[in-house]
Structures are given as C-alpha cells and as structure tokens.
C-alpha cells in the first residue's frame, strides 16, 4: 500500500451520505486476523532469534490485550470486549522465551463456565440465561449493568507489584513470573469512585495519582450503580486519587461535571511537577442510555457520542493542596486519548499530547469493521479523522490584573497561543509537534517517553505508532528539536506500542532500545518480538514466536537488572 500524501488528509465531504473524509487512501490490505482468538501459551516456549538481542536486557516484557472474541456461539461486538490475554517475553542472556494466559477474571470464569456471553461489555450485551423462563429472561432486561472485570488494557505498576486494569473499579493483581492471576482489587472498597482510568501517573517518591468518576446524588459520594432508582439528578464527579498503598488511597479533589447527565468520557490524563491537568473533552456519556442499555438491548458503547459544538476545557489541580485552580483554560473540541508529557516552566505548564479533531473513532472500532476488506475497509479507515501530536502552554499566573485580548505565552519559538477572554478564562490554541511528513505515515498514537527520568520534566523524544491503517503500521521516534522524525517500517507488518527501556547507567534520554511486538495478520504465526536502537533507530534483532498472537494494546517492561 503506498502511504497517503499530505493533500490525501483534508476533510472533504461525501454528498450522497454526507459522512466526512478525513483521507482518500485505497487498497488497505485486510488485517482481519489481527481480530481473531487464539489459545493461550501457559508454558514458556522458545523464540527464533534473528539479529542480536542485547545482553543487558534482562527482564520480562509484559502485554495486554484482547485474546479471545467468541464465547460459545455469542460474538463481542467491540475491540475493546475481547477476553484479556496476557503476554510474557522474558530476555535473558539475548534469549527470548515467550508465554501467554487469559486473566482469570470473574467474567472470563463465568463467560466460559456458561459457554455465552454473561457479562456486557463496552460495546456487547450480555445475553440472557436461556435456562430462565420467558418472564425471567424479560426481567433481566432491568437490571443495571454491571462492570466488568475484564481488565485487557494494560499493565500497572503500584510499589513493586504488577496488576493489570481497564477503566471499571476492578484491576487484577497478576505474577509477572507465571501471569497467573493472583488477587482481584474492587477500587470501590477503598475509595468512591465507580471506575478509574487504566493511566495513572508515579510521583519519584512512588506516590501514584489516578482519576476515576464519581456518580452522587444531593452532592455526597454514592454508588452509582445502586442509586439509579432514586429521582434527584446524579452529579457526576471527577475525583483525584493519590495512594501509596492501594488501602491507603485518598482523594486529592472532587471535579463537578459541566454537564450533569453527560459527564466527559476520558481515557487518561496529563501531570506536571506540582499539577494534574483533567481533560475535559466533548466525547460525552449519555448516563440514561448507559443505565437503561439492557433495556434497550444496547451496549455502553451505544451512550458514548461527539459533541462538536462543545470546547475542551483544561482543569488544574495542585497536587500538594488538592486546591482546583479557578482558572479554566479552553480550547476548541479535540479528543485524546494519551498524553505524552507535561511540566512546568517560567510560570507556564507545557502540555503535550496526542489528540484529534473529531471523537467519532471510539465507536468504529467494532470488530465487524476491523475486519472488512476492500473498498468497506478503506471506507471505514477514511471516515476516521487522524491524530496528531499538540503542544498546550498554559500560563499558571494569570489573576484579575491579566490583560485581556493578548497571547500570553511568552515562551520563544512556541507558536502555542494563551488569551484571556473574560474573568478566570483563557482560550488556547495549540503548536503542532511534527512536520509535514508526519501526515504520510497517518498521524501518531500510542506515545512513550523515556518515563523513568523525564516524566514531568523538559524532554526531546517521544516515540509512537504511525497510523496509515486502523492499527498502527509503522513505529517513530519524533525529535523535537527541529521536530524530525526516524522511522522504521516493513510492509504487511503491524507494529504495537512502542516501549522506552533504558541503558543501564545511560547518561543520554534517547540511551537504550525501543520494544514493540509487531504482528503479522497474513502470515501464520510469525509474530515477533522486535529490539530497535532507541538513538538510531535500527534494528538490532527480533524474536520469533511460533503462535498469533492479536494486536493488544498497551504493556510495560519488568527489569530484573542489577546495577
């Protein structure tokens, strides 16, 4: 497939079914495969090595994702729904052994115990028991759903310990060494909140700050699930959580919805030194629908919408007093879903992240889409605006004496814009983090950095998933000095998440190598681990695992390093 050009990326319009275009692209090689089941690996099996995999390696890295898309004859509907499996590449000595297991969550337990599918997902309904009677079965069409404990987004890290998590209230603690699943955590029992974000964020004193909604009635925290029945309005929070035992987690601050029916969807959130940044963003969740999905026979999906008529809105939290900052930084609508780094400087705080200028995506990515081939993919792929990497500058000392009417940013070479508007407002306009070629290789998503020592702190790489398809096919590493970028691409490959892993005593923020597992939907079982020198970018080797494995989303890597 040749890649678009950059006048392939303007937004036309289809007159017939007045449906936007965002690229022209044809010929989109099927990738259906990359959206099918496959068996677990439980036990460690060997990997062809090809290249060098470097010596001080040593460690184990860890994927999840989606693994299984069928429960008896019942089929999920969504990407997001499949079963998680997890994924153990263990480097050692520049050898790679490689196993897998599904998480033994209470809803792969019952889904599989049942041979149907027994607890909805984001975008599946649960079927009803056909053991019940046709009254039985209706009723069920009232109950409130449940959340699901199908935790197949990522892998987290809290003091040591390895646990994987989604966006519901439930994480799974998992042994990094067997992926055995160890110890089901309800965040529910420590703090109210009904779901967290599957991102948190680690202070260097290992303190970890996470945001997770809040439904209350009358203003108090409840839960929402069990207060459906009651006829005052829900309001919607937005709490902060910080912890450094999962036991001893507090909320550092409550933030009110602006609209209480329709709270903001979001999938992470930004953090400096000293703030939390919460995005409020127009993808939007219709609470009626979402409690009334089993009525309707309608998914959580099916309550998630765009509003492009809304602005973004930038919240400010200090950490250290929980305080939220009077001041609302604006911005016209975008969506994101990862950010990529955030830290304070000469009175601003510099933002950047990986956003779009449409929130539609979420809801196309449905398997039956993912596995359409022809013009019906290349339809599907073109219909979905392309996201890019933005830099915000928000100036943190503004007040009642703060003119109006003139770009605050002050910093040199930004082309980033901060205006005051009216009192506690300022609307910002973003600086685009990339050149023109970055729009050939479809945008950028998936971002890292190397975390462990730039986290909140002035940066100058990131690397990402360039996305000419509906998964990423290519892998970057962008250079904001002079905003270059190096890539490496293979045709009918699929690279994942590319993963930051440092040299030991690395004195440079580029010293080390980058690990992606790429995927090869139309060759049988030749995925592979690939190693890439983070400096050059060059290959230095690639393990070679004889099963498929499905394109996952997001992992992390276990050192067992000495220093």
Same mark, same amino acid.
């Given at each position: 497939?040749?890649?678009?050009?950059?006048?392939?990326?303007?937004?036309?319009?289809?007159?017939?079914?007045?449906?936007?275009?965002?690229?022209?692209?044809?010929?989109?090689?099927?990738?259906?495969?990359?959206?099918?089941?496959?068996?677990?690996?439980?036990?460690?099996?060997?990997?062809?090595?090809?290249?060098?995999?470097?010596?001080?390696?040593?460690?184990?890295?860890?994927?999840?994702?989606?693994?299984?898309?069928?429960?008896?004859?019942?089929?999920?509907?969504?990407?997001?729904?499949?079963?998680?499996?997890?994924?153990?590449?263990?480097?050692?000595?520049?050898?790679?052994?490689?196993?897998?297991?599904?998480?033994?969550?209470?809803?792969?337990?019952?889904?599989?115990?049942?041979?149907?599918?027994?607890?909805?997902?984001?975008?599946?309904?649960?079927?009803?028991?056909?053991?019940?009677?046709?009254?039985?079965?209706?009723?069920?069409?009232?109950?409130?759903?449940?959340?699901?404990?199908?935790?197949?987004?990522?892998?987290? /890290?809290?003091?040591?310990?390895?646990?994987?998590?989604?966006?519901?209230?439930?994480?799974?603690?998992?042994?990094?060494? /067997?992926?055995?699943?160890?110890?089901?955590?309800?965040?529910?029992?420590?703090?109210?909140?009904?779901?967290?974000?599957?991102?948190?964020?680690?202070?260097?004193?290992?303190?970890?700050?996470?945001?997770?909604?809040?439904?209350?009635?009358?203003?108090?925290?409840?839960?929402?699930?069990?207060?459906?029945?009651?006829?005052?309005?829900?309001?919607?929070?937005?709490?902060?959580?910080?912890?450094?035992?999962?036991?001893?987690?507090?909320?550092?601050?409550?933030?009110?919805?602006?609209?209480?029916?329709?709270?903001?969807?979001?999938?992470?959130?930004?953090?400096?030194?000293?703030?939390?940044?919460?995005?409020?963003?127009?993808?939007?969740?219709?609470?009626?629908?979402?409690?009334?999905?089993?009525?309707?026979?309608?998914?959580?999906?099916?309550?998630?919408?765009?509003?492009?008529?809304?602005?973004?809105?930038?919240?400010?939290?200090?950490?250290?007093?929980?305080?939220?900052?009077?001041?609302?930084?604006?911005?016209?609508?975008?969506?994101?879903?990862?950010?990529?780094?955030?830290?304070?400087?000469?009175?601003?705080?510099?933002?950047?992240?990986?956003?779009?200028?449409?929130?539609?995506?979420?809801?196309?990515?449905?398997?039956?889409?993912?596995?359409?081939?022809?013009?019906?993919?290349?339809?599907?792929?073109?219909?979905?605006?392309?996201?890019?990497?933005?830099?915000?500058?928000?100036?943190?000392?503004?007040?009642?004496?703060?003119?109006?009417?003139?770009?605050?940013?002050?910093?040199?070479?930004?082309?980033?814009?901060?205006?005051?508007?009216?009192?506690?407002?300022?609307?910002?306009?973003?600086?685009?983090?990339?050149?023109?070629?970055?729009?050939?290789?479809?945008?950028?998503?998936?971002?890292?950095?190397?975390?462990?020592?730039?986290?909140?702190?002035?940066?100058?790489?990131?690397?990402?998933?360039?996305?000419?398809?509906?998964?990423?096919?290519?892998?970057?590493?962008?250079?904001?000095?002079?905003?270059?970028?190096?890539?490496?691409?293979?045709?009918?490959?699929?690279?994942?998440?590319?993963?930051?892993?440092?040299?030991?005593?690395?004195?440079?923020?580029?010293?080390?190598?980058?690990?992606?597992?790429?995927?090869?939907?139309?060759?049988?079982?030749?995925?592979?681990?690939?190693?890439?020198?983070?400096?050059?970018?060059?290959?230095?080797?690639?393990?070679?695992?004889?099963?498929?494995?499905?394109?996952?989303?997001?992992?992390?890597?276990?050192? /067992?390093?000495?220093?």
């Amino acid at each position: 497939m040749s890649p678009p050009s950059s006048t392939d990326l303007k937004k036309t319009k289809s007159k017939k079914n007045k449906v936007h275009h965002y690229t022209d692209v044809h010929g989109l090689p099927c990738i259906e495969k990359i959206v099918a089941s496959v068996d677990e690996t439980p036990e460690a099996i060997s990997t062809n090595i090809s290249g060098t995999i470097p010596e001080w390696i040593s460690g184990n890295f860890l994927r999840n994702g989606p693994g299984k898309f069928e429960i008896g004859n019942n089929k999920f509907n969504h990407w997001f729904d499949g079963m998680a499996l997890l994924h153990q590449f263990k480097i050692a000595g520049g050898q790679v052994t490689y196993k897998s297991r599904f998480l033994g969550s209470d809803c792969y337990t019952a889904n599989s115990e049942n041979s149907r599918i027994v607890v909805s997902e984001f975008g599946t309904v649960a079927m009803p028991d056909p053991c019940k009677n046709f009254f039985q079965r209706f009723l069920s069409r009232f109950e409130l759903p449940k959340a699901s404990d199908n935790d197949n987004v990522s892998f987290v /890290t809290y003091k040591g310990d390895y646990y994987v998590s989604t966006e519901t209230n439930f994480m799974h603690k998992v042994d990094p060494e /067997t992926l055995e699943t160890k110890e089901k955590v309800d965040w529910s029992k420590f703090i109210a909140v009904n779901g967290a974000t599957a991102h948190p964020h680690t202070d260097p004193d290992g303190t970890t700050y996470n945001m997770g909604n809040s439904y209350s009635a009358k203003g108090n925290l409840t839960n929402y699930r069990l207060r459906m029945t009651k006829h005052k309005p829900l309001k919607p929070e937005i709490c902060l959580q910080k912890w450094e035992t999962l036991e001893g987690a507090t909320v550092v601050c409550s933030i009110p919805s602006m609209d209480k029916a329709r709270p903001s969807y979001y999938h992470s959130f930004a953090m400096s030194e000293n703030y939390v940044v919460f995005i409020e963003q127009p993808i939007k969740m219709d609470l009626l629908k979402i409690v009334t999905g089993n009525l309707r026979g309608k998914g959580f999906s099916d309550g998630v919408y765009w509003d492009p008529k809304l602005q973004t809105i930038f919240h400010l939290i200090n950490k250290q007093t929980g305080k939220l900052n009077s001041v609302k930084y604006h911005a016209k609508a975008l969506s994101t879903f990862h950010q990529i780094n955030t830290w304070e400087e000469d009175g601003f705080l510099v933002m950047d992240l990986c956003a779009a200028d449409d929130g539609k995506a979420i809801n196309n990515y449905i398997v039956q889409n993912m596995r359409k081939s022809g013009e019906a993919l290349d339809e599907v792929y073109n219909t979905m605006c392309r996201v890019f990497p933005r830099r915000f500058v928000l100036p943190l000392n503004v007040d009642k004496e703060t003119p109006c009417g003139q770009n605050l940013n002050t910093r040199p070479d930004s082309t980033a814009t901060a205006t005051k508007t009216a009192k506690d407002k300022v609307f910002c306009t973003h600086e685009d983090l990339h050149g023109e070629e970055l729009h050939t290789y479809g945008g950028l998503e998936f971002p890292q950095i190397n975390y462990a020592k730039y986290n909140t702190k002035p940066y100058r790489y990131f690397y990402g998933c360039g996305f000419r398809h509906l998964v990423g096919d290519t892998l970057i590493k962008m250079d904001l000095q002079g905003k270059k970028m190096k890539v490496w691409e293979h045709p009918g490959l699929y690279p994942s998440e590319p993963v930051f892993v440092p040299l030991p005593g690395a004195t440079e923020e580029d010293d080390g190598v980058i690990m992606s597992v790429v995927i090869t939907p139309n060759k049988d079982k030749s995925t592979f681990l690939l190693v890439l020198d983070a400096k050059t970018f060059k290959e230095l080797g690639r393990a070679e695992v004889p099963v498929n494995i499905p394109y996952g989303f997001h992992g992390t890597f276990n050192s /067992t390093m000495t220093h």
